[in-house]
């Protein structure tokens, strides 16, 4: 006889019987084992669960993140276990390595880690048409996923189960913000480049107008040479203005030297009596001053006291003569 050894501490009733292990119950078996091991021991018996696929799933028989093993029944789908485990097909079948298109075994054993949900929160101007156009997953899906009644009454901010990866939607969400990011910085360029562009043809108008100027100038510079080069003298005097006014001149304004009669708008100087004796600059005869246009007549003289000083006649005008002042200029004759 075959003989088995047991503990002598142990009575003879402690010994297993085949007869006393419960029977597996044929339709469906959920045994947790935890995931990962180290947070969660491994039980010691199998957890019985009823599985009915128009009931809702008792809450309080799992916990999220532990392993169960499913026994798919008649009339389950990857969508339903994904609602009713509060998870996404596209972990079931990865898990147990099918493809989330597959039509499920009556029988077959699932491995499902509950509440492994993926979420997406719905942003201003979203439709639900486009987020399941963006992410790949199917309208009929996500509507069936998340109970929604009518697709168009999603709202912002509004939290949708999603029938994908996280990864997935990780990776469509950086690759957006990516063309985003590269589409601002196309647009910055753009108008980086027009702004340039502008800036280009106000520095080349602006040039153009210095150049223009320039050669204005010059030009004037020449006309200038010309016009003072039938001159035979030139002098520095000193160049003051006045006016038709009884506090400058006497009792009779308008009348100067030589009984010459004067009146405004007429281009008259007078001169002090050393340039009439030294150098001839006597009545009638033609200078131009410098810095002034046309040529002056010598109508007038000034006081003796006076040397190497003219005077020009500006009408009656007492704010252009204080606005010319006294100055030094060249006078040729």
Known sequence: PLVIPRDHDAPPSASPSFADK???????????????????????????????????????????????????????????LAKKYRTTAYLIAKRNLIKEDCRLVVGQVLEIIPGEEVTYCVKRGESLSQIARRFGASLQDLIALNDIKDSQTIRVGQKLLMPVSQKQIDTI???????????????????????????????????????????????????????VSKFQHKIRVVATAYTSHRSQTDRTPFLAAWNNHIRPGMRIIAVSPDLIRKYGLTNGIRVKIGGLRGTYVIRDKMNKRLRNHIDIYMGTNR???????????????
């Open 319 to 333: 704010r252009r003569a204080l606005r010319w002042g006294r100055r030094r200029v060249v006078m040729y004759w």
């Open 173 to 227: 969400l950086r690759e957006i913000e990516e063309e985003k990011q590269e589409m601002r910085w196309r647009k910055k360029a753009k108008y980086q480049k027009q702004f340039l562009t502008r800036l280009k043809i106000e520095q080349d108008s602006r040039a153009k107008k210095r150049q223009e100027a320039r050669r204005l100038k010059k030009a004037k510079k020449r006309l200038k040479y010309v016009a």
């Open 22 to 80: 419960p029977k597996e119950p044929p339709h469906a078996t959920v045994t947790p084992t935890l995931h990962p091991p180290q947070e969660h021991p491994t039980p010691q018996s199998p957890l019985l669960i009823s599985h009915d696929k128009n009931q809702p799933l008792d809450e309080s028989l799992f916990e999220e993140g532990v392993l169960i093993t499913h026994r798919v029944a008649p009339g389950e789908s990857l969508l339903g």
